[in-house]
C-alpha cells in the first residue's frame, strides 16, 4: 500500500508561480513511477508530468513543457511540481499518482496509476 497526500494548491495570478508536493509513505520500495495529474471541471482528468524513481527521467505533457517541472527528494519522501507562469487552463484540481510498474509510452494514462492522492486545488485567476 502506497498514501500520497498533496498539498500546495491555492489560488494565483494568471503569470504566477506555485509549488505543489505530494508526500509519500508506505511501501516505496516497489514504485517505479510517479506522476501529477489535473482534472478541471467538465473534463477528463489528464496527465501532466512523470517521473521515474529510477534514474529519474522525466515527461512532460506538451500543453506544460517549459512551465512545470516535476522533481523529487528521496530523502523526504516526496514528490514536487514547480509551475510557472500559470495560465487560465492551468485551473483544476491536481493528483499525484505513484505505481509499481509504468510504461514509458502510456505515463498520462491514468489507468496505469494504483495509487492516488485526494488532490489539491489550483485555480488560476485574471
Known amino acids: 500500500q502506497v498514501n500520497l497526500v498533496e498539498s500546495g494548491g491555492g489560488s494565483v495570478q494568471a503569470g504566477g508561480s506555485l509549488r505543489l508536493s505530494c508526500a509519500a509513505s508506505g511501501y516505496l520500495a516497489y514504485v517505479n513511477c510517479m506522476g501529477w495529474f489535473r482534472q478541471a471541471a467538465d473534463k477528463e482528468r489528464e496527465g501532466v508530468a512523470g517521473?521515474?524513481?529510477?534514474?529519474?527521467?522525466?515527461m512532460y505533457a506538451d500543453s506544460v513543457k517549459g512551465r512545470f517541472t516535476i522533481s523529487k527528494d528521496d530523502n523526504k519522501n516526496t514528490l514536487y511540481l514547480q509551475m510557472s507562469d500559470l495560465k487560465l487552463e492551468d485551473t483544476a484540481m491536481y493528483y499525484c499518482?505513484?505505481?509499481?510498474?509504468?510504461?514509458?509510452?502510456?505515463?498520462?494514462?491514468?489507468?496505469?496509476?494504483?495509487?492516488w492522492g485526494q488532490g489539491t486545488q489550483v485555480t488560476v485567476a485574471s
Open positions: 517521473i521515474y524513481t529510477n534514474g529519474g527521467s522525466t
Open positions: 499518482a505513484a505505481d509499481v510498474e509504468v510504461d514509458s509510452t502510456t505515463w498520462a494514462d491514468e489507468g496505469d496509476y494504483t495509487y
